[in-house]
């Protein structure tokens, strides 16, 4: 049960950020609630032994685990529409 209550934990620390797509800023190509929202990310990763990167202009990261010539990949966006009326939401 504990591990189920971290992920919740760490899963509500990434969905709070408002990672709508913003002007653009150096370091933070999507804007900066997007790049705040990676950094945690990859933070987390690393918190469960990931070794991560980030590109230094801020366009993507990535966490990686184990070692080898062959890798499994998944890949995803952090960003999402903006929120609209919260009263619609169930």
Excluded at 3 to 16: P, Q, R
Excluded at 40 to 68: R, V
Aim: charged share 30%.
């Amino acid at each position: 049960m504990k591990i189920k209550e971290e992920f919740i934990k760490d899963l509500k620390e990434l969905i709070a950020y408002p990672s709508v797509k913003s002007e653009g800023e150096e370091g933070a190509p999507f804007g900066r609630p997007i790049q705040e929202c990676l950094e945690a990310t990859l933070n987390q990763a690393s918190s469960y032994g990931f070794k991560t990167y980030i590109d230094p202009e801020g366009y993507y990261g990535y966490a990686e685990l184990g070692e080898g010539d062959d890798y499994f990949a998944v890949l995803g966006h952090l960003d999402v529409v903006p929120v609209g009326d919260l009263n619609l939401w169930k």
